[in-house]
């Protein structure tokens, strides 16, 4: 069973431009979750999303971020515009379900955004 | 505010040394708690998670955390440390009536010295 896959795995893009990072779950699994992981920061939570609905995005900045989760392919992160300050390790986790004793999330490699 | 602090940002041990991390959380309710590694070029694992009963959990590869509710603390313990267990440790909390969302402390580099 692959684990959760994500890529690319380093992408790099100019001020202005966009940025696509992928993430497909494990193979089962129906939610997703996409951290931010600044420079000598911990992992800040983004987003839920399961299949075709996002959950909860109150991690989100409210502008240039996206994300979706469609019924067929991966879930997408999606930034607009980016900005330097965007750079940070991307990553992604998902689970089977969520509630009490099921809470375990499967973390991807991550994808490092470096805005030039 | 929800937030999790790691007391610890580095800590270099000799092989055979005792562990402790610390890990404080602030979360209103009940919570759930994590304690995930990143070893280096790895993702993130999983070593440990606390969702209820004893307050006493044993992971992975000989290491345990104890939640002590009335001090907003689960601390993460190894009794004797490896070369291999070189890595960075992640605390985690999550609310049991949210998303499952998980609000992780900053970390805490962990070099172990053969």
């Known amino acids: 069973n692959a684990g959760v896959m994500q890529n690319p795995r380093h992408l790099v893009r100019r001020r202005g431009q966009e940025a696509r990072l992928r993430c497909s779950p494990m193979?089962?699994?129906?939610?997703v979750y996409w951290y931010r992981q600044l420079p000598e920061e911990g992992l800040k939570f983004m987003v839920y999303l399961q299949k075709e609905n996002i959950i909860d995005e109150s991690g989100m900045p409210k502008e240039r971020f996206s994300a979706e989760f469609p019924k067929e392919g991966p879930s997408i992160l999606r930034i607009q515009q980016v900005v330097r300050g965007d750079s940070a390790a991307y990553f992604c986790?998902?689970?089977?379900?969520?509630?009490?004793?099921?809470?375990?999330?499967?973390f991807g490699p991550g994808t490092r955004l470096t805005v030039t | 505010a929800q937030s999790v602090s790691q007391h610890n940002h580095h800590v270099i041990l000799s092989e055979a040394a005792s562990l402790e991390l610390g890990c404080n959380y602030s979360y209103g309710g009940t919570v759930n708690l994590f304690w995930y590694v990143q070893y280096p070029g790895q993702h993130l694992q999983l070593l440990l998670k606390?969702?209820?009963?004893?307050?006493l959990v044993k992971g992975i590869k000989g290491f345990e955390a104890e939640f002590i509710k009335s001090k907003f603390s689960f601390n993460l313990r190894k009794p004797s440390v490896q070369w291999s267990d070189t890595a960075e440790y992640f605390c985690a909390v999550s609310g049991s009536s949210n998303t499952g969302k998980l609000i992780f402390g900053q970390g805490t580099t962990l070099q172990v010295k053969p």
């Open positions: 986790a998902s689970s089977p379900t969520i509630g009490q004793g099921v809470d375990e999330q499967y």
């Open positions: 606390y969702f209820s009963g004893d307050p």
């Open positions: 193979k089962g699994h129906s939610h």
